[in-house]
């Protein structure tokens, strides 16, 4: 037996884990890490299957070829010589812009996905790049980018020593955070209660984070954004606000908030004006306070309003990059790719829709359309990494049916899933605890300074190939150097990149220095650690990889501090209250305002042991809360003559799903998981086991947040109706018929 330590990679809380394995390498036990400064010992079941997830069974090991209905397993040469001759045959006839690659959400919770997603975009050569950015977090990056110049800096809530927070669109009791990495939130916000603050939760849905608050407020899905304008609007009309940073725009915000009194936005959002008006008067009163949403208020049709209103709350009531209101974080890693220009989107459009450009990606709503539309720069050849599309992204049967129309597709995934089944070619990355891990991206919105990296625990396999060596071979396939190109290659040319700006830039750690000296000086085991080590090197700490291979319990660099000045990057210096692009979203609201409501609606739902479609393959983590049931409010199951089960019907398409009778969630909204629906594939425990629904069968690809273009799962009408025995005779044989009445 040995003890071993590793970051959990998960989901966004960075939780440190003590792990023990036996002489042949398989995972006895599983357990927190309680010498970890951050997470201080707190596991959640996700953290405890770590051990099933790295050992399962239905993992690919090697490359795999479709032939027809028949896949084979085949060697790394074979397959990367399949792979060149896929793209280089649709570039051939149809050129680059008939590419198109598609980024997962697990690319965010490895090393290889953030170092080597941008090189592998440039290499393909085309505008098509589509990531999960604009199923989950867009809106945010669109507000942050126009409020701040800055689409990256993204501020968290000071968890620790806020004493007042609220909570829109977000259960991070069982998400455990996003966009705002906490382990133990749970733990942070009973201690936030025990220290005096007031915990506010809004929500659709009576969530486990609003059973830990000292008050929960229904709100009606998709309308936070009437919600938070209500309270700006009672800030600045009873002189409330107390800004505290520099400021453009305040007249024009007010301009814009006039016609949202609480009165007014009560209709629509369903929250009482009087209830309004308090929250804003106890967010002013409160002498540290913060407000926090996330993917329930992103993923709906006003989402990118909604977070630029949740940071002018912050703002107008002095808690914006303040301690206990919202700060940013200091990574560790110096901070690359940042632009010197203002942000800006829609530097280029889609071809079919027309839809903007955001952070080099164009909405994932429109893939299908790129790729089903016949014409020049149709999409004829799509790389997938680490992403499930067809369950994740909106009208998932429509986008299922326009992959089974490209003349090639690659996938790199270690599952034979609903998306990867319709690849042509899989390459298979090694298993988790084969793989170092250093989190680029999640360290970046910690509620605490802090680093930890995690080497391999298990050597790779021989011929066996790392993920970021497929990832380099992938790019220098795109890029047209063939199979046989050297991964180590681009490695050393990313390397050459980052030092060769480091070492031009003044104030640089290696200014003025030799790239070839610096580059000697690093110390690593393959090219991401590399990187890494440079990286951290020209970080503002000015630690290296050894500190934190001295370190394997991971490093406390401190409480946030203010950082605002460094981070603004508008054209005004200032950080713009009412920037244009997000002031057209008020006049959309405010036609909005005398609009009818639908009857019945739609959100998503969050659950403890499932992270969107990982997770479903591992026997212990399905089954219990964690099933994919419709959750309806008693009254409207008797409203509805509603039994076991439901036939759910949206403009995109229906289902009939199990139902779950709960007070627990308003009248007139109805809750599916999101992930499930799996079927047709290796995956044995999701294909029988649990394989539920796929809840994007009901969301409509058409339907986007405008600014951002993030595909709507919160507030999507649907009707419902009880589940009937078609009639002899009738055309749908013994399918179910759905019941007029629902509606």
């Given at each position: 037996?040995?003890?071993?330590?590793?970051?959990?990679?998960?989901?966004?809380?960075?939780?440190?884990?003590?792990?023990?394995?036996?002489?042949?390498?398989?995972?006895?036990?599983?357990?927190?890490?309680?010498?970890?400064?951050?997470?201080?010992?707190?596991?959640?079941?996700?953290?405890?299957?770590?051990?099933?997830?790295?050992?399962?069974?239905?993992?690919?090991?090697?490359?795999?070829?479709?032939?027809?209905?028949?896949?084979?397993?085949?060697?790394?040469?074979?397959?990367?010589?399949?792979?060149?001759?896929?793209?280089?045959?649709?570039?051939?006839?149809?050129?680059?812009?008939?590419?198109?690659?598609?980024?997962?959400?697990?690319?965010?919770?490895?090393?290889?996905?953030?170092?080597?997603?941008?090189?592998?975009?440039?290499?393909?050569?085309?505008?098509?790049?589509?990531?999960?950015?604009?199923?989950?977090?867009?809106?945010?990056?669109?507000?942050?980018?126009?409020?701040?110049?800055?689409?990256?800096?993204?501020?968290?809530?000071?968890?620790?020593?806020?004493?007042?927070?609220?909570?829109?669109?977000?259960?991070?009791?069982?998400?455990?955070?996003?966009?705002?990495?906490?382990?133990?939130?749970?733990?942070?916000?009973?201690?936030?209660?025990?220290?005096?603050?007031?915990?506010?939760?809004?929500?659709?849905?009576?969530?486990?984070?609003?059973?830990?608050?000292?008050?929960?407020?229904?709100?009606?899905?998709?309308?936070?954004?009437?919600?938070?304008?209500?309270?700006?609007?009672?800030?600045?009309?009873?002189?409330?606000?107390?800004?505290?940073?520099?400021?453009?725009?305040?007249?024009?915000?007010?301009?814009?908030?006039?016609?949202?009194?609480?009165?007014?936005?009560?209709?629509?959002?369903?929250?009482?004006?009087?209830?309004?008006?308090?929250?804003?008067?106890?967010?002013?009163?409160?002498?540290?306070?913060?407000?926090?949403?996330?993917?329930?208020?992103?993923?709906?049709?006003?989402?990118?309003?909604a977070q630029w209103l949740v940071d002018v709350v912050n703002i107008l009531t002095g808690n914006f990059d303040r301690p206990g209101g919202v700060m940013f974080t200091r990574t560790a890693c110096v901070e690359l790719g940042r632009s010197p220009e203002p942000y800006s989107t829609g530097r280029w459009h889609s071809r079919v829709r027309g839809m903007p450009e955001s952070l080099g990606e164009l909405p994932v709503a429109t893939l299908a359309d790129e790729i089903e539309t016949p014409g020049e720069g149709q999409i004829r050849a799509l790389v997938v990494v680490a992403g499930n599309p067809v369950i994740s992204a909106p009208d998932g049967p429509r986008l299922d049916r326009a992959l089974q129309k490209l003349d090639f597709m690659v996938?790199?995934?270690?599952?034979?899933?609903?998306?990867?089944?319709?690849?042509?070619?899989?390459?298979?990355?090694?298993?988790?605890?084969?793989?170092?891990?250093?989190?680029?991206?999640?360290?970046?919105?910690?509620?605490?300074?802090?680093?930890?990296?995690?080497?391999?625990?298990?050597?790779?396999?021989?011929?066996?190939?790392?993920?970021?060596?497929?990832?380099?071979?992938?790019?220098?396939?795109?890029?047209?150097?063939?199979?046989?190109?050297?991964?180590?290659?681009?490695?050393?040319?990313?390397?050459?990149?980052?030092?060769?700006?480091?070492?031009?830039?003044?104030?640089?750690?290696?200014?003025?220095?030799?790239?070839?000296?610096?580059?000697?000086?690093?110390?690593?085991?393959?090219?991401?650690?590399?990187?890494?080590?440079?990286?951290?090197?020209?970080?503002?700490?000015?630690?290296?990889?050894?500190?934190?291979?001295?370190?394997?319990?991971?490093?406390?660099?401190?409480?946030?501090?203010?950082?605002?000045?460094?981070?603004?990057?508008?054209?005004?210096?200032?950080?713009?209250?009412?920037?244009?692009?997000?002031?057209?979203?008020?006049?959309?609201?405010?036609?909005?305002?005398?609009?009818?409501?639908?009857?019945?609606?739609?959100?998503?739902?969050?659950?403890?042991?499932?992270?969107?479609?990982?997770?479903?393959?591992?026997?212990?983590?399905?089954?219990?809360?964690?099933?994919?049931?419709?959750?309806?409010?008693?009254?409207?199951?008797?409203?509805?003559?509603?039994?076991?089960?439901?036939?759910?019907?949206?403009?995109?398409?229906?289902?009939?799903?199990?139902?779950?009778?709960?007070?627990?969630?308003?009248?007139?909204?109805?809750?599916?998981?999101?992930?499930?629906?799996?079927?047709?594939?290796?995956?044995?425990?999701?294909?029988?086991?649990?394989?539920?629904?796929?809840?994007?069968?009901?969301?409509?690809?058409?339907?986007?947040?405008?600014?951002?273009?993030?595909?709507?799962?919160?507030?999507?009408?649907?009707?419902?109706?009880?589940?009937?025995?078609?009639?002899?005779?009738?055309?749908?044989?013994?399918?179910?018929?759905?019941?007029?009445?629902?509606?």
């Open positions: 037996m040995r003890t071993v330590h590793r970051t959990c990679p998960l989901c966004d809380a960075v939780c440190g884990l003590r792990l023990t394995l036996d002489d042949d390498g398989h995972v006895t036990s599983v357990k927190g890490d309680p010498d970890d400064p951050f997470s201080k010992g707190y596991i959640c079941p996700k953290g405890a299957s770590l051990g099933a997830l790295d050992e399962d069974p239905d993992r690919l090991r090697v490359p795999m070829i479709r032939e027809g209905d028949q896949w084979r397993q085949v060697t790394w040469e074979e397959a990367f010589e399949a792979v060149d001759r896929g793209l280089s045959g649709v570039i051939e006839a149809h050129g680059r812009e008939s590419l198109g690659a598609y980024f997962g959400n697990p690319t965010f919770h490895t090393m290889a996905g953030p170092l080597y997603r941008g090189p592998l975009s440039q290499a393909l050569g085309t505008r098509n790049i589509f990531s999960a950015s604009t199923i989950d977090q867009m809106p945010k990056h669109v507000a942050c980018g126009y409020m701040l110049g800055d689409p990256i800096a993204i501020s968290v809530p000071d968890l620790d020593r806020t004493g007042y927070l609220l909570v829109l669109g977000a259960n991070p009791a069982e998400s455990n955070g996003s966009l705002c990495a906490a382990p133990d939130f749970p733990g942070r916000l009973k201690a936030l209660r025990a220290r005096g603050g007031r915990l506010v939760v809004v929500d659709p849905r009576r969530t486990r984070t609003a059973a830990l608050a000292d008050e929960h407020v229904f709100i009606r899905p998709g309308t936070d954004a009437f919600l938070l304008f209500g309270i700006v609007h009672t800030l600045l009309a009873e002189d409330l606000a107390g800004i505290d940073v520099e400021v453009a725009g305040l007249d024009d915000l007010r301009r814009l908030a006039a016609d949202f009194t609480p009165q007014a936005v009560e209709r629509v959002c369903g929250v009482p004006a009087e209830a309004i008006v308090r929250l804003a008067r106890e967010l002013a009163a409160a002498e540290t306070a913060a407000v926090y949403s996330r993917i329930g208020a992103c993923t709906q049709e006003f989402g990118t309003a996938c790199v995934d270690p599952y034979l899933n609903e998306t990867t089944r319709r690849a042509h070619v899989i390459l298979p990355p090694p298993r988790i605890l084969q793989m170092p891990h250093y989190d680029f991206l999640l360290l970046s919105v910690t509620v605490r300074n802090y680093a930890r990296f995690s080497p391999p625990i298990l050597p790779l396999a021989p011929g066996q190939l790392s993920e970021a060596e497929i990832m380099a071979k992938l790019t220098l396939i795109a890029s047209g150097q063939g199979p046989d190109a050297d991964p180590s290659a681009l490695d050393e040319m990313i390397l050459g990149q980052i030092l060769g700006w480091a070492t031009q830039t003044p104030g640089s750690p290696v200014e003025g220095r030799d790239v070839a000296e610096v580059r000697a000086s690093l110390e690593g085991d393959s090219g991401p650690e590399l990187m890494l080590d440079a990286m951290l090197r020209l970080g503002p700490y000015g630690l290296s990889l050894a500190d934190l291979r001295a370190n394997p319990h991971g490093l406390d660099l401190g409480p946030h501090e203010p950082r605002l000045p460094e981070l603004l990057n508008t054209a005004s210096g200032r950080v713009e209250l009412a920037p244009p692009r997000l002031a057209e979203e008020a006049a959309r609201l405010r036609e909005r305002l005398a609009a009818p409501a639908p009857d019945m609606v739609l959100i998503g739902r969050r659950q403890l042991r499932s992270l969107n479609s990982w997770l479903h393959n591992v026997p212990n983590l399905v089954g219990g809360s964690n099933r994919c049931t419709l959750h309806v409010h008693p009254d409207d199951v008797a409203r509805l003559g509603l039994g076991d089960q439901a036939v759910v019907r949206s403009a995109a398409g229906e289902l009939v799903v199990p139902v779950e009778p709960t007070e627990a969630i308003m009248p007139g909204v109805v809750s599916l998981p999101h992930g499930w629906g799996h079927a047709g594939t290796a995956q044995r425990v999701a294909s029988t086991d649990a394989p539920g629904v796929n809840a994007n069968t009901l969301t409509d690809a058409s339907v986007v947040d405008v600014p951002s273009g993030n595909a709507v799962f919160n507030g999507v009408p649907v009707t419902l109706g009880p589940v009937v025995p078609a009639a002899p005779g009738d055309s749908l044989g013994d399918e179910v018929a759905y019941t007029p009445a629902a509606t």
